[in-house]
């Protein structure tokens, strides 16, 4: 499903080249949960993104369920990764001017889903997540996991292919950390969605069937 | 799609009210603003608009001598020249001569009506003018002498409910005048205006009017020209037949006149007599509704930007779940279309509002059409249309263009978007303490010509006007009984009152070839004790020189121009010769625009009548003299009606024009200065809560309150005086340009220019401080804890 080959990428700073991303290699198939770790400053975030389409590397290839990504143009690779990844941040990254209903509807929106349809796929996830009861308030109504459920919501209604995580638990207490966990383990092993996710901790990485460790930017072996 | 865009555009706009507010607020007064100017402006330049015939009218304008001084031009001349011309020039296909204003009393019943613009104008009037005549017949009603239309006011003043047409009504005392017709009352932006219209064949038959070429100056010609005319190659054959008729006859060639046509499109803006006033507003207040409208415009995207970063998160978001970039221009392109609109509508409200408070204070009764209506919403929709698109464009596309991973890390990117913010910051400034300067100005120039010494005393003065020729043959006797009166201190009785202009004549002063035009006050032996106005050599008009009456009193300015260092004595010509036998010291006898032109003081009036009787008292409360007055008229003078006024009344509606000029200048500038002060407070406001943190971080490291303030003050202040470079001489240049204006005016000093700079400086200084003061003193663990 995922392609990475020899991807790097560096800023550029007071003539100095500072590597966020240097030479990696991996390949990602349907269906797995991967966990990446490292410290801060890893390159963890910049992996994910890079993955995410959000941000560019500067050298090396990534094919995307057989789409060369680094010849793609912006417009097609906004239509690749909205209909195929869904996202979840560790700030969450809601609205706040919108209600959890209409946070969740936005990623349909932007993909010109009829109103109807719309309606109904909503619900559907308000339904799983047992949220219909939160559906109109507004995010900072509500308790950081709650967001976090909130978010993981959104990132899935449009059913992607794949769920890029960055830190998902980071502001959460273990307890709602453990649930969003619970969650991601469940749609990957129920609804066969593939999942990457970075994070601080074994624990969290140990719900993933592989972990790869990042350090200055490089995949340790 | 469009409603999620509008839902979070309202919940924005609700959660940083105070922001919304000075935005929302700010567009729609500036916008309002704008609104009432434009229909002000679209009220002057439609002028006369509703004249059917307006392209083929033509007013002639008859200009003196060789001067080339457009406003040198007078509209009025004698009665025979429209006459003759269309009977020489076949391109002429009608003409109508419009006398000027006539004060008459009118009775019918035993009601009596004054009316202060009753005109006598030819039967052709309503031919070639499109006044509407609601009843009588247009063709006739001016046809017979002694005819009268009444405009719609003035027939309700004096019938009432009755039919009008076919009474007769006693205008003056003396004269019976039919009333032939009504019309519906002259539009307010219309060149002739008038309350009752007489027919010209009248004046053919009253002796006291002068129907030749060579006196009588007091008519206005109209043209209608053929669709196939030249305007230019009449006005040269007008050369001839000017020639032929007057200047071969009753002109020096030094003095000839010359005839020149103005298109009647053109009158209001180009040849009345406050054209140049009336150009200098528009142009005054167009460029004041640009910068309403373009400091509307800057604290929109200045407010709007530095909002941006909270709108950072949500931009990122939008993109990761999709959005195109066109798709969030869009999404704020519409956002401001929507604040646009919220304060077009409020705009629309408040201008509806303020309109007539508006009218009374513009006092040009403004006039709009359904036509022009549709003009003034067409602009203003364009104006809206223009400020969503430069203010929600600007917006659009810097937050569109940021980098998605960016826009995350909550960053200001830091070059570039900085110096513009300051740019336009500056930009309020400059037009903030140019206003204030030119406001100062403009008030200190109005307060220094109302309060200039007149040379002769204006308070404490009635004036009796002499109507009808009953009352000016017993002005004596009037005088006398009233000076017996208590109270009273001195009557004068005189042809004319000096406050606005005096009539000019032609009179050849010893040792000059040429006629010269000077100003001529008719007057009895007391003008001078009772207007108090001082003599500088020889002697006044009294009742002991009596051979002396022949002789002429000239101010100090006369004997100035002659070049005349004694001056009694020399003579002066018009009618027989004259000798001087006085001079008086310069006194104001017109508004403070004018010089003081030269005087000639006689002690014959014309007809051996006088106009007006001048009365100074001492009491403080003039109405139990008015009554006694009152008792005095009725006794000598039967049915002619008592009419009076106060001197220092008419003194102040002398600067009318400049008063509400002024007025309106100080509302719509300190509406500026406001909206830009606004702008920079709202600035301010975000400037602190982005620094929140670094205010939080100094504490900790150790900085007072007052360093803080400092920290923040330093940079808006800095941009102050950098403003003030670029403010003071436009202000110089323009307040300059309209001093001009007056012969009499200030200088311009420079504390003028320091005030306004230091009213700016206080303002922010108190803004910046009173903000950045209650961020100062928030504990820094909290400002700290939002990252």
Not at chain 2, 116 to 138: C, M, R, V
Not at chain 2, 456 to 473: E, P, R
Not at chain 2, 480 to 499: F, K, N, R, T
Not at chain 2, 549 to 573: F, R
Request: aromatic share 12%; hydrophobic share 45%; proline share 3%.
């Amino acid at each position: 499903m995922i392609e990475l080959k020899h991807i790097t990428k560096w800023v550029n700073s007071g003539g100095n080249r500072f590597f966020l991303l240097r030479d990696i290699n991996l390949t990602v198939k349907e269906g797995e949960f991967i966990s990446i770790m490292g410290p801060s400053g890893s390159g963890k975030s910049t992996l994910l993104n890079v993955i995410g389409m959000l941000d560019e590397f500067n050298e090396g290839e990534y094919n995307f369920i057989g789409q060369p990504v680094h010849q793609l143009k912006e417009k097609q690779r906004s239509q690749l990764y909205k209909t195929h990844i869904g996202f979840v941040f560790q700030a969450y990254h809601l609205i706040d001017e919108l209600t959890v209903y209409e946070n969740i509807e936005t990623p349909l929106l932007y993909q010109n889903v009829k109103a109807s349809e719309r309606q109904a796929m909503v619900s559907d996830i308000l339904d799983r997540f047992n949220i219909v009861g939160k559906k109109d308030l507004f995010p900072p109504q509500l308790s950081g996991g709650q967001q976090q459920l909130v978010g993981v919501a959104r990132a899935l209604v449009a059913k992607p292919k794949l769920i890029l995580a960055d830190e998902p638990t980071g502001n959460l207490n273990s307890k709602q950390g453990e649930e969003i966990m619970e969650l991601f383990k469940q749609l990957n092993t129920e609804d066969g969605v593939t999942i990457i996710q970075a994070t601080h901790s074994e624990r969290n990485a140990a719900y993933g069937s592989k972990i790869i460790n990042l350090l200055d930017g490089r995949i340790e072996k | 799609m469009i409603k999620n865009y509008f839902i979070t555009a309202w919940r924005n706009i609700w959660k940083y009210k105070s922001v919304s507010f000075i935005n929302i607020g700010g567009l729609s007064i500036g916008i309002a603003a704008v609104i009432l100017i434009a229909v002000y402006i679209q009220s002057e330049a439609s002028y006369d608009h509703f004249q059917a015939n307006l392209n083929s009218i033509y007013r002639v304008g008859f200009s003196s001598g060789l001067s080339e001084d457009p406003t040198a031009v007078s509209s009025e001349f004698t009665a025979p020249f429209s006459e003759d011309a269309q009977k020489q020039f076949p391109e002429i296909q009608n003409h109508c001569r419009v006398s000027g204003s006539h004060e008459a009393w009118t009775l019918y019943g035993d009601k009596s009506i004054k009316t202060s613009d009753l005109k006598y104008a030819d039967d052709s009037f309503f031919k070639i003018f499109s006044f509407k005549i609601t009843s009588g017949n247009p063709q006739t009603a001016l046809q017979n002498p002694f005819s009268v239309v009444l405009s719609k006011t003035l027939a309700g003043k004096i019938f009432g409910k009755t039919e009008p047409v076919g009474k007769t009504i006693l205008v003056d005392g003396k004269t019976n005048y039919q009333v032939t017709g009504v019309t519906e009352d002259a539009p307010a932006n219309s060149t002739i205006k008038y309350e009752a219209l007489a027919s010209m064949s009248t004046l053919y038959h009253d002796s006291t009017y002068f129907m030749g070429w060579n006196g009588g100056w007091q008519y206005s010609h109209y043209l209608q020209l053929s669709d196939d005319a030249s305007a230019t190659g009449l006005e040269k054959k007008f050369k001839n037949f000017l020639y032929d008729n007057f200047n071969q006859k009753f002109s020096t060639p030094s003095q000839s006149l010359a005839a020149h046509l103005q298109p009647m499109s053109k009158i209001h803006l180009y040849y009345d007599e406050s054209a140049a006033n009336t150009r200098t507003n528009i142009y005054v207040f167009s460029v004041i509704a640009l910068l309403i409208l373009i400091i509307s415009c800057i604290n929109y995207v200045n407010l709007s930007v530095a909002r941006a970063s909270s709108r950072f998160k949500e931009v990122g978001v939008r993109k990761v779940l999709g959005a195109l970039r066109i798709q969030l221009v869009k999404q704020f392109m519409g956002e401001t279309l929507l604040i646009s609109f919220i304060s077009l509508v409020l705009a629309v409200g408040i201008a509806a509002a303020l309109f007539p408070i508006y009218q009374d204070i513009s006092g040009s009764a403004l006039h709009i059409q359904a036509k022009e209506l549709l003009f003034v919403s067409a602009f203003v929709l364009l104006l809206m249309f223009i400020i969503s698109l430069s203010a929600g464009g600007y917006l659009a596309f810097y937050l569109s263009s940021l980098n998605t991973v960016n826009t995350f890390r909550m960053k200001l990117p830091k070059s570039g978007k900085h110096i513009l913010g300051n740019v336009l910051i500056v930009l309020q400034f400059v037009i903030s303490t140019a206003l204030i300067t030119t406001v100062l100005i403009v008030q200190v120039q109005m307060r220094y010509i109302k309060n200039k010494p007149l040379g002769f005393d204006k308070d404490h003065i009635v004036v009796v006007s002499l109507t009808g020729s009953n009352a000016q043959q017993k002005a004596i006797m009037l005088r006398q009984q009233i000076a017996g009166l208590s109270y009273v201190s001195g009557v004068s009785a005189m042809s004319e009152v000096p406050y606005d202009n005096i009539t000019q004549n032609g009179f050849l002063p010893e040792g000059r070839k040429d006629y010269l035009t000077i100003h001529q006050l008719d007057a009895d032996e007391n003008l001078l004790k009772t207007l108090n106005i001082n003599l500088i050599s020889g002697h006044y008009f009294s009742d002991q020189h009596m051979v002396e009456a022949d002789g002429y009193i000239i101010n100090q300015a006369l004997a100035d121009k002659l070049g005349w260092k004694e001056p009694l004595g020399k003579t002066i010509n018009r009618d027989g010769t004259h000798k001087v036998i006085g001079v008086v010291k310069n006194f104001h006898f017109a508004s403070m625009h004018d010089e003081i032109g030269p005087l000639i003081i006689t002690n014959k009036p014309w007809m051996n009548e006088y106009n007006f009787l001048v009365i100074k008292y001492t009491a403080d409360n003039p109405a139990l003299l008015i009554s006694k007055l009152k008792d005095i008229w009725k006794q000598n003078t039967a049915t002619a009606p008592f009419d009076y006024w106060f001197l220092d009344n008419a003194f102040d509606t002398l600067y009318k024009s400049e008063q509400k000029f002024q007025l309106l200048f100080f509302c719509f500038s300190v509406l500026s200065i406001v909206l830009s002060l606004a702008g920079v407070f709202g600035l301010v406001l975000l400037n602190i809560q982005y620094k929140t943190k670094e205010i939080g971080i100094r504490k900790v490291l150790g900085a007072s309150v007052v360093d803080i303030i400092r920290l923040s003050a330093r940079k808006f202040l800095l941009l102050i005086v950098l403003a003030s470079l670029f403010a003071f001489p436009a202000a110089w240049y323009y307040s300059g340009t309209w001093l001009q204006n007056f012969a009499y005016r200030i200088s311009m000093q420079w504390w003028m220019f320091v005030v306004s700079a230091v009213v700016v400086l206080v303002f922010a200084f108190f803004v910046i401080s009173l903000q950045t003061l209650k961020a100062a003193k928030a504990k820094p663990v909290n400002s700290l804890r939002t990252e």
